[in-house]
């Protein structure tokens, strides 16, 4: 079993929804977790982080890990074209590697 | 300008033929990393050095090889062991913060295609 597993989607949405994107995760030692953005040919980029379990919010974007359930959650508020995206969900250790998630691609209409 | 820089952007190659792909940053990171990114499998970690002279084999690293002679760069070689090189390579560096979390950020990655 793969220790971040994440659904590859495609999700479609209209402009304007609440988007949900979710991981989960088999290592319980696993302390910190991670979204990235990717646009088509690109580098990931850094979008939210949190350690241990909570919820964290940057203007659309609230991150949320359920450490009972290994549950990682992207919500994206009021979505935008702009935010259609792979996005990748990863976690780590202390010291050691990330492991990501193999990415789910938003597509956004508008 | 900060960050991670890689080139080139695309590399065309023959079967057959050893290419090192550049990676280089300014960040003052410690700790560097390899990706490759292929359709469907996410990203896998081919190597990673988390000091000047020093690197650990990630999940696929047979037919690649790795040198972190300084901090900033961290070269990557595809050598004609490599069975399927054709992929996109993405170089990341992370910083240490508080409570030994490491906060990673990506270069613009490398398009190889070998023929």
């Known amino acids: 079993q793969k220790e971040v597993e994440q659904d590859p989607g495609p999700l479609s949405v209209p402009e304007g929804a609440i988007v949900s994107l979710n991981c989960t995760y088999s290592?319980?030692?696993?302390?910190?977790f991670m979204w990235y953005r990717q646009y088509s040919r690109k580098g990931p980029e850094l979008l939210m982080y949190?350690?241990?379990?909570g919820n964290k919010e940057d203007g659309r974007f609230t991150a949320q890990v359920d450490k009972s359930s290994q549950y990682i959650s992207l919500f994206i508020r009021d979505s935008q074209p702009s935010d259609s995206a792979t996005y990748l969900c990863a976690a780590g250790g202390a010291g050691t590697a990330l492991i990501f998630g193999k990415g789910t691609t938003l597509s956004v209409s508008s | 300008d900060g960050g991670i820089t890689q080139s080139p952007k695309y590399l065309f190659r023959k079967e057959g033929q050893n290419v090192t792909l550049s990676c280089e940053q300014n960040?003052?990171?410690?700790?560097m990393y390899w990706y490759r990114q292929d359709p469907g499998q996410g990203l896998r970690l081919i190597y990673y050095s988390q000091i000047v002279n020093d690197f650990q084999k990630g999940d696929i690293a047979e037919g690649y090889s790795v040198s972190r002679e300084k901090k900033e760069s961290f070269p990557l070689t595809v050598t004609s062991a490599q069975k399927n090189p054709t992929a996109f390579y993405l170089c990341?560096?992370?910083?240490?913060?508080?409570?030994?979390?490491?906060?990673?950020?990506f270069g613009p990655g490398t398009r190889l295609t070998v023929t």
């Open positions: 949190t350690y241990s379990s």
């Open positions: 290592n319980s030692a696993f302390q910190y």
């Open positions: 960040l003052n990171h410690d700790a």
């Open positions: 990341a560096s992370s910083i240490r913060t508080s409570g030994s979390f490491y906060e990673q950020y």
